[in-house]
Nanobody, 124 residues
Framework: QVQLVESGGGLVQAGDSLKLSCSAS?????MAWFRQAPGKEREFVAA????????DSSYSVQGRFAISRDNAKNEVYLQMNRLKPEDTAVYYC????????????????????WGRGTQVSVSS
């Protein structure tokens, strides 16, 4: 089974940018980022299919966050711009279970491999 490792989190100020990376141990298909803030349920952030022809993102991050991938490196990225305090959370990378290069989903149940997460903290 593929293993995922996130990196790039940290403590920043509101308005700053961060780029998260997710390194996979093998080939993946649909990939996504989710996040979980203290006391809240995990929520979808962004997703991308294998060919990077389709992306999806939650309303709360549209226009500020961008997901991308480099299949040659087995890496997925989340560029986060204009960060807000409400973006503070543990960010998780996830790999989808459907082995279709065009498939994309925001449904958490469709992702069966998860990283351990990386903390992003945004101060006001």
């Amino acid at each position: 089974q593929v293993q995922l490792v996130e990196s790039g989190g940290g403590l920043v100020q509101a308005g700053d940018s961060l780029k998260l990376s997710c390194s996979a141990s093998g080939r993946t298909f649909a990939m996504a980022w989710f996040r979980q803030a203290p006391g809240k349920e995990r929520e979808f952030v962004a997703a991308i299919n294998y060919h990077a022809l389709a992306t999806d993102s939650s309303y709360s991050v549209q226009g500020r966050f961008a997901i991308s991938r480099d299949n040659a490196k087995n890496e997925v990225y989340l560029q986060m711009n204009r960060l807000k305090p409400e973006d503070t959370a543990v960010y998780y990378c996830a790999a989808g279970r459907v082995r279709d290069p065009y498939y994309i989903t925001s449904n958490e149940e469709d992702y069966n491999v998860w990283g351990r997460g990386t903390q992003v903290s945004v101060s006001s």
